[in-house]
């Protein structure tokens, strides 16, 4: 049982922090090229959560903070979520961007030669092709 | 013809499949920056038009817009959305003129709203509300009790408000204003933007 308003709106600022935290996250995971609709969707649960503490604060401390603790609840291991799409992302972008580059690279290279080898054919046997 | 006739050929074939190969990573490159971030707030009726707003108004009846957002930041955006109920008198937001000078109400938030849209992504709810509120006949004053925003009851005792004789109401002003999470500053700031409605309470 909460009785302090003061300690109901310290588990509100709580609550706040790990939002903004959890935000911060995302934004980092978006910068980096993850699909972040699960992380919103669990973002947006646990925003709607936190505007209901702060709506019944002024008149039931209790639900206030039993808000608030679902909220932050709703936020539990997010970051490390956030950061191992971040990281996984990251990941692949630089593979598909290695794979892109190198794969042409390996064009022209293979035309290179396919052409030094039809070229040689062509010589020593005086040929046409 | 010789081999050399082919040359030419043989080098455009090689460079179109090395390009095609780059492509992917030759997008994400070659992309045409966007020069214009901003976002779109406003209020819809139940027909998802602008046209049939909630005006003349009766106490204890319910009525509904649909608030919508659209993020065109360029990256997911936090909003938080301030419900503000005013009379002709008290303060007012604003969003046109200089930055420095638009300002949001100085009034009390009523009811919080927190969004989070993708970049690019709209966001929408309806919002549901009724006031009940009674008519002093001496003052000729409008006194509000209370209101409901989508089913919270909110204290608006010590509200009250006048006949307007030039736009014959008694005026009520319902105001969504847009605030915007600053990650640097760990802060909500005024968006520059709210959407509002003008009421009439009737009394009869």
New interface residues.
Partial sequence: MVNSENEAAAKITEAENA??SA??A??QA??AGAN??DL?SN??EA??L??EA??VLSTNESAAVDFAVESQAKLNGFSAKADALALAATQQRYW??MV??E??????C???IV?TV??RK?EKTGS?? | ???QN??VL??A???I???L??????S?LLVYPRTEFFTELSLLDLNHRAENYPYNITRGLNYSVFLEIANHLG??A?YLVEVKFRNQTQSAPTSFGPLANRTPSSLPSL??????V??EEVWEREVVFSFNYGFNETLLKVEFFNMTLNG?ERDLRGLSTAWNASSNRFYGNLVFELWL?N?SS?AFQYHERFVDLKLNMTVS
């Fill in positions: 939002l903004n935000y911060e995302v934004l978006e910068k972040i609709t919103l973002l947006t925003g709607d936190l505007s702060k709506l598909d961007f892109n580059i794969g042409s690279v390996a064009v022209v293979g035309g290179l052409w039809l070229k062509y046409e092709v | 013809m010789g081999l082919y040359r043989f080098m074939v090689t460079g499949l090395a390009l190969v780059a492509s992917p990573a030759l994400r990256y997911t936090y009811y919080n709203i927190t969004v989070f993708a970049d919270v999470f990650a760990s």
